[in-house]
């Protein structure tokens, strides 16, 4: 009887964690990511949620959200709520603790400086109530709000952040979406090699230790005297077929007048010229081509292969600095100002070729212009684009539901490409381990219609490679 008693003591408590308003805005679905451990709405939680709830904007759509999940919680027991709602039911068993509302005026004992007024002190408040109610029990604030766990902290209170949504910890070890193959590769692997050639491109079947770790879509190279560029085409156990690129160094494949300047951007432009990849992402940092390449692909592939009948491009509309205020004109209008680097990219296209003189440069201007639409994302939901070529440009500052909206607007024949850089996001609250485009990355990686490359060098110029270098 006494052994059974001290097996029991060992069980670790279940933790007590008190939400902040901003966890639930960031993702709705938040309560049901604790597992096992029980959760606490402060009344001010409640409030500041009834505060935000009106508009279009993405926070009050997620706060219209958690309002409707919370009242489906809510109204699934018959017991009181002071005593907890088991939240197995309401989230079909993603989690098995209670949720618990505040149902009681708490006094709280703040230190005399901070104003009792101010929500975040009144939910503080809050967590010093349960923590001296609950002496054994780890009673955790989660926030969103830097200064508040800060706050927290002083206090003697333990906060963390929320983490649920964060897809990887350290962004280094994100998908770069190519692999340099070892000095033994060929001693390993080579021996019950099988090659043959396919459409002007070698193919090798191969068996050994490192096919199985293979992804398909991942590129594969090998620097030296006899350098391989190659790409995974199928894997099965432990044997890969290999098949080696278009080389878009060389002017007679040059895209649009374009040419791959080194190896990740000949990477970047196989997956934009292969037809067969319906998905592709470009991460890089600023002067590295992404919509460079990618403009240059989608005129190549609606005007003279004809496989797309428009390019659609849109981008998320976050200020770096001040606000500009309203913008008169129409759709395309409005969004102009946030399109410089469109109109940029198409100068350099434009550019390329010499022989056209300037009626020429005019001209094919115009019929470039006419075969590009600008798109603002608030009118994304519900529409269905055909035989598309579709650039979501910035896509570091979508949300992962934003991106979820956006990439099934892919009807067929559509083709959708991804651009950012998550070392620049400008939307509150998103981190680089929570970005959308690094949580698609991560999703959909290794599926045969979708493909990844992360850009390294700088191409723009000396001046902006030495400042992304050293500011």
Known sequence: ??????????????????????????????????????????????????????????????????????????????????????????????????????????????????????????????????????????????????????????????????????????????????????????????????????????????????????????????????????????????????????DYTHPKNNVWGITSRNREQNFALNLLMNPEVDFVTLLGQAGTGKTLLTLAAGLTQVLESKLYSEIIMTRVTVPVGEDIGFLPGTEEEKMGPWMGALEDNLDVLNKTDDEAGDWGRAATRDLIRSRIKIKSLNFMRGRTFLNKFLIIDEAQNLTPKQMKTLITRAGPGTKVVCLGNIAQIDTPYLTEGSSGLTYVVDRFKGWEHSGHITLQRGERSRLADRAAEVL
Not at 82 to 88: D, F, H, K, T, Y
Not at 219 to 240: C, D, M, N
Request: proline share 5%; net charge negative; with cysteine.
């Open 1 to 246: 009887m006494a052994r059974k008693r001290a097996a029991r003591s060992e069980v670790p408590a279940v933790k007590l964690f008190v939400l902040d308003t901003n966890v639930l805005m960031h993702d709705p679905t938040s309560v049901y990511r604790f597992e096992e451990h029980d959760v606490f709405l402060p009344i001010m939680t409640l409030e500041e949620l009834d505060n935000n709830k009106k508009g279009m904007s993405e926070i009050a759509r997620n706060a219209r959200q958690i309002t409707r999940t919370l009242d489906e919680i809510v109204s699934s027991t018959a017991e009181g709520i002071e005593l907890g709602i088991p939240l197995a039911g309401p989230s079909r068993g993603l989690a098995s603790g209670r949720l618990f509302v505040q149902t009681e005026a708490i006094a709280g004992e703040l230190p005399a400086g901070l104003p009792t007024a101010k929500a975040d002190n009144q939910i503080l408040a809050v967590v010093i109530h349960l923590q001296q109610r609950h002496p054994g029990r780890p009673v955790i604030l989660v926030s969103k709000d830097i200064n508040m766990r800060i706050k927290a902290r002083a206090l003697g209170l333990e906060a963390q952040d929320y983490f649920n949504d964060k897809v990887l910890e350290d962004t280094d070890l994100l998908y770069t979406g190519m692999r340099d193959l070892p000095v033994d590769f060929w001693e390993a692997h080579g021996p019950e090699m099988e090659s043959w050639k396919k459409d002007g491109h070698t193919l090798y079947r191969l068996k050994g230790p490192l096919c199985s770790q293979l992804l398909v879509n991942e590129f594969v190279f090998q620097e030296g005297s006899h350098p391989l560029y190659a790409i995974v085409r199928e894997v099965a156990g432990k044997t890969a077929l290999l098949e080696t690129l278009t």
